[in-house]
């Protein structure tokens, strides 16, 4: 079974260039959205086994949306890792003590991007 993975960026190309990126796993099922609110109708409808988020974006921002994810009756249990170019030692201890359950530095390398995803999926019992 395909492994379930939304990812959450405001920046068309980044967000297209992470599907390519993602969609070289065969085991991935990506589906994408342009902001914090989109993402939290979608995780609830679709249910993903893991949530790569953006931490700026406008309006509602990475820390907000996994906030209001981990209050969320049916999107309380979904693992979410975020993707972002603040990864200084304090920051990254920050987001995991938020209850992110990653944090991939950005830019991201496009040939490595979804074996570092399936190695979360795995640290989360997520995947086979």
Same mark, same amino acid.
């Given at each position: 079974?395909?492994?379930?993975?939304?990812?959450?960026?405001? $920046?068309?190309?980044? #967000?297209?260039?992470?599907?390519?990126?993602?969609? *070289?796993?065969?085991?991935?099922? +990506?589906?994408?959205? !342009? !902001?914090?609110?989109?993402?939290?109708?979608?995780?609830?409808?679709?249910?993903?086994?893991?949530?790569?988020?953006? +931490?700026?974006?406008?309006?509602?921002?990475?820390? $907000?949306?996994?906030? @209001?994810?981990?209050?969320?009756?049916?999107? !309380?249990?979904?693992?979410?890792?975020?993707?972002?170019? &603040?990864?200084?030692?304090?920051?990254?201890? @920050?987001?995991?003590?938020?209850?992110?359950?990653? +944090?991939?530095?950005?830019?991201?390398?496009?040939? &490595?991007?979804?074996?570092?995803?399936?190695?979360? *999926? #795995?640290?989360?019992? #997520?995947?086979?």
């Amino acid at each position: 079974m395909a492994a379930r993975i939304l990812y959450v960026d405001d $920046e068309d190309d980044i #967000r297209e260039i992470a599907q390519m990126s993602l969609e *070289l796993e065969p085991e991935f099922e +990506v589906h994408l959205c !342009s !902001s914090g609110a989109q993402a939290l109708d979608k995780a609830a409808a679709w249910q993903p086994d893991l949530i790569l988020l953006d +931490v700026m974006m406008p309006e509602m921002d990475g820390p $907000e949306t996994l906030r @209001r994810l981990a209050a969320g009756d049916q999107t !309380s249990a979904i693992p979410v890792a975020f993707i972002t170019a &603040r990864t200084q030692t304090h920051q990254v201890e @920050r987001y995991l003590a938020m209850g992110a359950v990653g +944090v991939i530095p950005k830019p991201f390398d496009p040939m &490595r991007l979804a074996s570092d995803v399936m190695q979360l *999926l #795995r640290s989360n019992g #997520r995947s086979q």
